[in-house]
């Protein structure tokens, strides 16, 4: 994905493994960092994911979904799961429309994470979003 902020960048992503007590391989989180067209200058990804519309945010998604299904029997034959971060505008999208939704359902080693500046966390179960999510996909806080 490419984004034009002051400069021109682009998004990287990368697997971050997560480990049991025992150090064990369970699954992975998908980072993605933003650098520059020639990788010289690196944003924060927060400022950048700040600044998306809702279509940027999907195209991005979008975009680590198909990483992730291209490397979906290695996930599915070592039992591995894969942790994507959650904004609220894919949130949105996965509850308001079924496409979305049902490109989701296609990974069931997907699960989705929730950091804790997520908007109305505190709410616990009266965030209807979040319930509503819960009920289809398995959440993560992390």
Partial sequence: MKI?????????CYFLPIRDNQQDL??????????SEDGTVRIPTSRVIAQLTEEQHWQLFSEQLELLKSCQHFFIQHKLFAWLNL???????LLER????????????????????????NEGKDNRDLLSLSQMYPLVLG
Avoid: C, M, R, W
């Fill in 4 to 12: 034009f902020l002051e400069n021109l960048y682009h998004s990287d």
């Fill in 26 to 35: 369970v699954g992975v989180e998908l980072i993605t960092h933003f650098s």
């Fill in 87 to 93: 904004t609220p505008q894919v949130a949105t999208l």
């Fill in 98 to 121: 079924d496409y979305y939704a049902g490109e989701l359902l296609k990974y069931p080693f997907i699960e989705l994470l929730i950091n804790e500046n997520y908007p109305h966390l």
